[in-house]
């Protein structure tokens, strides 16, 4: 399995981007979904979780209500709606598959990067 995001940029504060993460293989729709970000010189951040069929989801404090996560298992596809960006929300955004009630994430995308400037 395979994962590839894409979507990331550079934006002003107060700006929006859309990150999308497309997967591999017909095994999508089985796994819960999740976005993380790395700042540099910080650790790995869980910001929002999915569950596979979509009906639950999570988010992290520092991202909730700016930041929508979303699925469509039809797409192989794992979206976040970026809203309200701030500097300190730069980082590497990666996508993951795995069971999001175990913390266990299997399946990892290479990234994308983030870049709000003040």
């Known amino acids: 399995v395979q994962l590839q995001a894409s979507g990331g940029g550079l934006v002003q504060a107060g700006g929006s981007l859309r990150l999308s993460c497309v997967g591999s293989?017909?095994?999508?729709?089985?796994?819960?979904m999740a976005w993380f970000r790395q700042a540099p010189g910080k650790p790995r951040e869980l910001i929002a979780t999915?569950?596979?069929?979509?009906?639950?989801?999570s988010y992290a404090d520092s991202v909730r209500d700016r930041f929508i996560i979303s699925r469509d298992n039809a797409k192989n596809t794992l979206y976040l709606q970026m809203t309200g960006l701030k500097p300190e929300d730069t980082a590497v955004y990666l996508c993951a598959q795995g069971v999001a009630t175990a913390g266990r994430y299997v399946n990892w995308g290479q990234g994308t990067l983030v870049t709000v400037s003040s």
């Open positions: 999915i569950y596979r069929t979509g009906g639950s989801r």
């Open positions: 293989g017909d095994t999508f729709s089985s796994y819960d």
